[in-house]
């Protein structure tokens, strides 16, 4: 089985840009998370998506929002882009329960200059 | 409220010795239990994880990992490091209906 894809890998962008980050799950995955990373703030849950549906989220700005498609295919889009939104962004995939693995994809990394 | 602690930001190990990194939470319910681990520029890879039943779990590359619920702890062991082992390891704390916790992170040096 494919594991988890994101495209694209790098970014880089310049303030007040917006951006749209692309999360491919492993094939019957339902469920996508998408989380950040910075060296500062570790790993931050951003949301959650089921069945096109967002079931959790995260203390984010409403600058930073999210789909899935039918496909479970899920995007991530950041408007407004501020210098402290550079960062490792990761999605992960599971079946959707509760207690189930997460499985990560390698992430994006998004610079804003 | 959850939380994730991993109390060493940075250990360090001979080749060949036994590794151990530390982790403990807190949780109101019963919690459940993972360890990943991240290389340089990648995402996080699934180590071992923890949901009930034996205190003593065994996962990938040789790693295992015991659930203490007394001292509230789920260390993260093996028992020969490798220097390919040198990564950063997370800690991550489930609890049913809410969202993934992570530690903050330790970083494994194994030296040769």
């Known amino acids: 089985k494919a594991g988890v894809t994101q495209t694209p890998r790098y970014l880089i962008k310049t303030r007040g840009q917006q951006v749209t980050l692309s999360c491919s799950p492993i094939?019957?995955?339902?469920?996508v998370s998408w989380y950040q990373q910075t060296p500062g703030q570790g790993l931050q849950f951003l949301f959650e998506?089921?069945?096109?549906?967002?079931?959790n989220k995260g203390n984010f700005p409403g600058r930073f929002s999210g789909r899935q498609f039918s496909n479970s295919r899920s995007e991530m889009n950041v408007s407004t882009l501020e210098l402290g939104d550079s960062a490792l962004y990761l999605c992960a995939s599971n079946g959707g329960g509760r207690t189930d693995t997460q499985y990560f994809g390698p992430g994006t990394r998004l610079t804003v200059l | 409220a959850q939380s994730v602690a991993q109390p060493e930001d940075q250990v360090n190990v001979a080749e060949g010795n036994p590794l151990t990194v530390k982790c403990t939470y807190s949780?109101?319910?019963?919690?459940?239990l993972f360890w990943y681990v991240q290389y340089p520029n990648r995402g996080l890879q699934f180590l071992l994880k923890y949901i009930t039943g034996d205190n003593l779990v065994k996962g990938s590359y040789g790693f295992e990992a015991e659930f203490n619920k007394s001292q509230t702890s789920f260390h993260l062991k093996k028992p020969s490091a490798l220097v390919s082992d040198s990564a950063l390891y997370f800690c991550v704390l489930g609890n049913y209906g809410q969202n993934f916790v992570f530690g903050p992170g330790t970083r494994l040096s194994v030296l040769p």
């Open positions: 998506y089921f069945s096109e549906t967002q079931r």
């Open positions: 949780v109101s319910g019963n919690p459940y």
């Open positions: 094939s019957g995955h339902r469920s």
